[in-house]
């Protein structure tokens, strides 16, 4: 099979970041290689690991790794494409870091944030532990200062260090929804210039939404010393979460309990955080290893329509298996700690992105009952074949070594090399490089502007839609100034009403889709979904208060909301406009 070896899929702004953030460059910031040279590097590192489990024919491998990679089928995560057969060799996006009751480790804490963001990857964090603000510390006869004034210390590091020399840290912080410190939690990203290399969640349990539904007390515990500081409304714990979540975006909610109710290794210990975007629960010192399937590519033409084509999309997740579980091996992780963890268990996160624009091509709408049984048929079918991917592989190569004693060690349980297998990200610059639209969010406009790598400008226009409109006829040079103007096409005249229907942007969807499309992947991802719920400017707290409950009742692990202007700095703006 030829490989395209001149990466002509890649468009102008593709090019702009890669050549920004990915290619290899010399002392001087000269690039010292092509993309296409890019993909052989990564191709040809990744085939390696092959060697450690007895195959010899590695060529085989890395053709079929190039392949993939350059025509733009899967990506892995950033780091893997940065630094694969490079000095820095640190191949894994995320990390999640213990932090304890004690001086000594936060700020070991804080030292091995610093080494993780030199090394190009983000790090997640539970302060649930800390004893809350004020408390006695016998050691000092002093009072403690809280979770929140120690996230500060760790934003702070987050901001000087500059990651690998091509991006900047990024955090999540979660905290229990029973810590006693919790409202001053939820309100600690009311300025937002505070935090800014935060994300933050309220990690929630099921007792704690029972108690919100039946307007009942919940105690907020002392972790210090387990006991009760004092009792509350879990209403009113909860409506603040909703408000700080109107005004600004944060908190998210993170459902705990669900998390390790699917937790592969309960023997190993309870996991408490996730990476910087939701998708992806870890133990301490565990990494996430992320690739994504580009579903826009995956369909096939018959009598005039489009399918997905099914036999495509299962060689590109047993390659995405094949590849995501090499790159543990390859790997150069920061700490011994984090070395050991992640090939005792050999997580891998095999996603998805172009999945808005694979229903366009399909003609199904996003906020559509087709398009959420589309959603969740696709998942199932990567679930089962990822699966069914590990398991050849695991015969291959052994099971996980922490498989005795996981959930898997039962009699009739899959032997699988990997303790998890799919991961929904959300798939930032990958899905820019491969021309799609992001992980299964719908597209945000037909025209926008992106702010990238912290001072570029990229604008971008729907291809697709272009396509459509010199098919059908009503393609003009007004039309598209109009779209880059930020206008929508739902009030434009002379456009199909079949057109319109079909490209739906992210504002035309009522929430409760997005919530909806979400849950749809959640039941078929062992992991969890990033998904951002987006609302118009003028969505209220109710707005987002059922929208809290909805995922809480759809079986999500987490939700993200974002109301338009609630932030300055958005990545994604239409026109002159905040929204479109």
């Known amino acids: 099979m030829s490989i395209d070896t001149n990466t002509t899929r890649l468009t102008s702004n593709a090019l702009t970041v890669l050549r920004r953030r990915y290619l290899k460059k010399d002392e001087h910031g000269n690039i010292m290689e092509t993309p296409g040279e890019m993909f052989r590097r990564v191709a040809e590192n990744m085939a390696q690991a092959d060697l450690l489990y007895g195959n010899t024919d590695v060529r085989k491998t890395e053709e079929e790794f190039l392949r993939i990679l350059t025509n733009l089928e899967f990506l892995p995560n950033s780091p893997t494409l940065m630094n694969a057969g490079r000095p820095l060799q640190q191949l894994a996006a995320c ?53 929140v004034s120690f996230m500060r210390v760790f934003n702070m590091a987050t901001e000087v260090i500059k990651q690998g020399g091509t991006r900047r840290g990024a955090n999540m912080g979660i905290l229990r929804v029973d810590h ?82 699917d937790n592969p290794t309960p023997h190993l210990g309870d996991m408490e955080s996730t990476n910087p975007c939701g998708e992806q629960p870890l133990l301490p010192y565990e990494p996430c290893n992320l690739g994504s399937i580009n579903l826009s590519l995956l369909h096939r033409e018959e009598g005039g329509r489009y399918r997905i084509d099914w036999e495509r999309l299962e060689r590109a997740v047993r390659t995405g298996v094949h590849f995501l579980d090499n790159v543990i091996d390859m790997s150069r992780y920061p700490l011994d700690q984090i070395d050991r963890l992640a090939k005792g268990n050999r997580k891998i996160g095999l996603g998805v992105m172009g999945f808005a624009d694979l229903l366009i091509r399909l003609g199904i709408p996003y906020d559509s009952e087709e398009a959420i049984r589309t959603g969740e048929e696709i998942m199932r079918f990567i679930r089962e074949r990822g699966w069914a991917a590990s398991e050849d592989l695991a015969r291959e190569r052994g099971v996980f070594p922490n498989f005795p004693g996981s959930r898997y060690d039962r009699p009739g349980g899959s032997r699988l090399r990997n303790a998890t297998v799919t991961t929904v990200a959300p798939t930032g610059t990958l899905s820019l490089i491969a021309d799609c639209s992001s992980g299964i969010e719908p597209l945000f406009a037909l025209s926008f502007t992106r702010h990238v790598l912290g001072d570029v400008d990229l604008p971008e226009i729907s291809s697709h839609f272009l396509e459509v409109a010199r098919q059908r006829g009503f393609f003009s040079d007004t039309l598209v100034m109009r779209m880059m103007a930020g206008e929508s096409i739902r009030q434009m005249h002379g456009i199909p009403d079949d057109v319109k229907r079909v490209f739906v942007t992210t504002f035309d969807i009522a929430p409760e889709w997005h919530v909806r499309m979400q849950a749809a992947f959640q039941h078929h991802t062992d992991n969890a979904v990033s998904k951002t719920i987006n609302f118009p400017p003028e969505a209220t707290r109710d707005d987002i208060r059922k929208a809290f409950l909805l995922a809480y009742r759809e079986g999500v692990k987490g939700i993200t909301i974002f109301r338009s202007g609630s932030k300055s700095g958005q990545v994604l703006t239409c026109g002159e406009s905040l929204y479109c």
């Not at 030199?118 to 006869?141: C, E, Y």
């Open 180 to 261: 006693p410190d919790i409202f001053e939690f939820i309100a600690a990203k009311t300025d937002n210039a505070e935090l800014s290399n935060f994300n933050i969640s309220v990690a929630v349990t099921e007792e704690f939404m029972q108690a919100v539904e039946r307007d009942g007390d919940v105690p907020l515990v002392n972790p210090h010393n387990q006991l009760t500081a004092r009792t509350v409304k879990a209403r009113d714990i909860f409506d603040a979460m909703v408000g700080m979540a109107w005004r600004t975006g944060d908190p998210g909610v993170v459902f705990l309990d669900r998390i390790n109710r």
């Open 95 to 147: 990390f999640v870091l213990p932090v304890e009751d004690s001086l000594e480790s936060i700020f070991d804490a804080v030292k091995e944030t610093a080494l993780i963001h030199q090394s190009g990857g983000g790090t997640g964090f539970s302060f649930s532990r800390l004893r809350p603000k004020n408390d006695a510390v016998r050691s000092t006869s002093g009072a403690a200062s809280g979770p």
